[in-house]
């Protein structure tokens, strides 16, 4: 019995290795926003420490993917530390927001949710009994609440955009337990067509021999006594064996088409592409089918191939690109169909090198047709051509 592979071949939802991708840009975005915030909310007491503080708040976020939680403590007791000592007058939270991300990602929902509330109360009070008689309730109730709004703001981001992700891994795996499972069907219908037929060879070849054997008896014991009898004989047996050949040539054409019994695919073809579309844009892909020309010119095996070629563009789009878009693109001409599957992914090497795409190559060359995949002109890209005239 086959087991399947499909959870082991599937890639894990996106976690610390989304921000170990942009583990450049979130440093980045530390070095630059935390100056910036600081001189938007007045907490720019001394260009210096403030500099200091946001260059190693974003030395902290470049090791953020790989030490989420430790990165976190260190930021925020950084910036306790600098509020402390009067280097800088504002924010106990948002300096560390990079971490705050880094730490959700990594599925620490609830440790993010302890340091984020502990640095906030420590604030409170720091503010309220510390610089209570320098600044009053209302400055403090304006930067603890204002630290507040932007911890809750980023954690819901952070935590809608694992969940997504999350989706997104859910819907690929069904995609492909999907497709599994209709591969499996398609085989065991295969074999069962086998049997089949060699049934029919079994019973068209038996018969056959038998009655011939029978004719032939009977014009071998006529031949002398009776010859009108012995001819009617071996005309029927002539008969017999002309409508034998017709019937094993039929099966045998059925056994040599593309080296197995054609079994009938299942009903998809091009009136199933919007079905297969929504699964894709609940997971929080946008997915656009754009048609040009005239489906009635494409034959059912070609609209099952491009039916084919989109679900297997639009599983590797949600498993593997990261994408937010996909847009698919149909042109019918009286010759030819042409499908092109555009997402604004990244191009890794398992789809371009991957079973999913060789699977795609070959059932168009099997219609005379061509297939490529790579790097397009927004990200990872799939374009057929598939010829059909000569098949009318």
């Known amino acids: 019995m086959e087991v399947s592979t499909v959870g082991r071949r599937a890639a894990p939802p996106a976690g610390p290795s989304v921000l170990a991708m942009n583990r450049y840009l979130a440093s980045a975005v530390t070095l630059v926003g935390v100056p910036a915030g600081l001189a938007i909310t007045g907490g720019n007491g001394q260009t210096v420490m403030t500099l200091t503080l946001a260059f190693w708040l974003a ?6 993917p790989r030490f989420p939680r430790t990165v976190l403590v260190f930021s925020l007791a950084t910036v306790a530390a600098m509020r402390g000592a009067g280097l800088v007058g504002s924010g106990w939270v948002w300096p560390a ?8 990602l990594a599925g620490r929902l609830r440790f993010t ?29 304006a930067h603890v609440g204002g630290d507040a709004l932007w911890l809750a703001a980023l954690l819901a981001a952070a935590t809608a955009f694992v969940s997504t992700r999350h989706w997104q891994h859910e819907t690929a795996l069904r ?32 018969h056959t021999l038998a009655v011939v054997g029978v004719h032939l008896n009977v014009a071998l014991d006529a031949f002398d006594t009776d010859p009108a009898e012995a001819r009617s004989s071996l005309r029927l047996a002539q008969d017999v064996r002309g409508q034998a050949m017709t019937d094993l040539k039929s099966l045998v054409d059925v056994l040599r088409e593309g080296g197995a019994p054609p079994v009938a695919e299942p009903a ?17 892909l946008t997915v656009s089918v ?11 095996a070609v609209g099952t191939a491009i039916y084919r070629v989109v679900q297997e563009s639009l599983t590797n789009t949600v498993r593997h690109s990261g994408a937010t878009r996909v847009a698919v693109t149909l042109r019918y001409a009286p010759a030819s169909a042409v499908v092109d599957v555009q997402d604004d992914g990244r191009v890794p090497a398992e789809i371009v090198d991957g079973n999913g795409i060789a699977g795609m190559r070959e059932r168009v060359a099997a219609l005379g047709g061509a297939l490529t995949a790579g790097a397009g002109r927004t990200g990872f890209s799939v374009r057929a051509t598939i010829p059909y005239l000569e098949r009318e």
């Open 59 to 64: 030395v902290a976020a470049f090791f953020a």
């Open 97 to 104: 927001s990079a971490a705050f991300v880094a730490v959700v």
């Open 113 to 141: 949710l302890i340091a984020g509330g502990l640095a906030l109360l420590y604030g409170a009070n720091w503010d309220t009994f510390v610089l209570m008689t320098e600044h009053g309730a209302d400055w403090t109730l």
């Open 175 to 206: 995609l492909e337990q999907a497709q599994h499972e209709r591969d499996l069907d398609a085989r065991r219908r295969r074999a069962e067509e086998r049997v089949g037929i060699a049934r029919d060879l079994h019973d068209v070849v038996s």
């Open 268 to 284: 998809h073809g091009l009136d199933g592409l919007d079905r297969l579309a929504e699964p894709v844009r609940a997971a929080g």
């Open 290 to 300: 754009n048609e040009f020309g005239e489906r009635s010119d494409v034959p059912a």
